[in-house]
């Protein structure tokens, strides 16, 4: 028999009573999410989201509109795809497999941005490989999200959520400032390197899950 989450009963009553950071798998799950929070950070948000509008694009005002209707034309495919690969997770084996492709999917839109020149002809690479890159992230989160019932009891889920997403903010800040110290150190001509290196961090630090993270078989 099974829970509405997927999780069989027998599992369910063998998951650990209270959250241990010392236990490998769930830290590796954790880390998780610092390992994904670089994208967001230095592409979505801060420093190539910047490079786009002001380097890339004919001027600031075409590039944030072009920027923005990247982002919602992404937005409209993972509301469309999530809910299918949201099935998937629920009622399929294993969650790593795809997880590892679509980590791998990012990571690789990540590394692409790289050849996003400062000039308009690059404007298309650049969207096109963003909107990759935000489809692999928010999809890759659907499975992720999908392990955590099988971490936990149900009243921590909540907890460990919480902590993995801290995790996850801390990891964020840690790769601007490091990113940043790059920029100032051999100027802003390294900026490109914002995508390797957030494709580079994912991959690192995303390989604990894969190796130490349990992830029990579902109903068939």
């Excluded at 509008?53 to 944030?64: H, K």
């Excluded at 020149?117 to 963003?130: D, F, M």
């Excluded at 890759?140 to 997403?165: C, D, E, P, T």
Aim: aromatic share 14%; charged share 10%.
């Amino acid at each position: 028999m099974f829970n509405v989450d997927g999780t069989s009963l027998k599992e369910a009553k063998n998951l650990p009573e209270k959250i241990n950071l010392r236990n490998p798998g769930i830290l590796s799950w954790c880390l998780y999410d610092w390992a994904n929070s670089a994208f967001p950070t230095l592409i979505l948000t801060f420093i190539f989201a910047t490079y786009f509008t002001q380097s890339v694009a004919r001027n600031s005002l075409l590039g944030t509109s072009a920027w923005a209707d990247a982002i919602s034309l992404a937005g409209l495919l993972v509301a469309l795809l999530a809910p299918i690969f949201g099935a998937i997770a629920d009622y399929r084996g294993s969650r790593k497999t795809p997880l590892a492709a679509f980590t791998c999917l990012c990571a690789f839109a990540s590394t692409m941005l790289w050849y996003t020149e400062p000039q308009p002809s690059s404007i298309h690479w650049g969207l096109n490989w963003l909107i990759i890159g935000i489809i692999g992230y928010e999809l890759g989160m659907v499975f992720y999200n999908a392990m955590l019932n099988h971490l936990v009891k149900k009243n921590y889920l909540g907890r460990l959520s919480g902590w993995a997403w801290g995790l996850g903010y801390l990891g964020g800040l840690t790769s601007l400032s490091l990113m940043l110290l790059l920029m100032n150190r051999y100027s802003n001509q390294i900026i490109r390197l914002v995508g390797p290196f957030s494709g580079l961090w994912l991959l690192v630090f995303s390989l604990p899950l894969f190796l130490w993270t349990p992830d029990p078989k579902l109903k068939q």
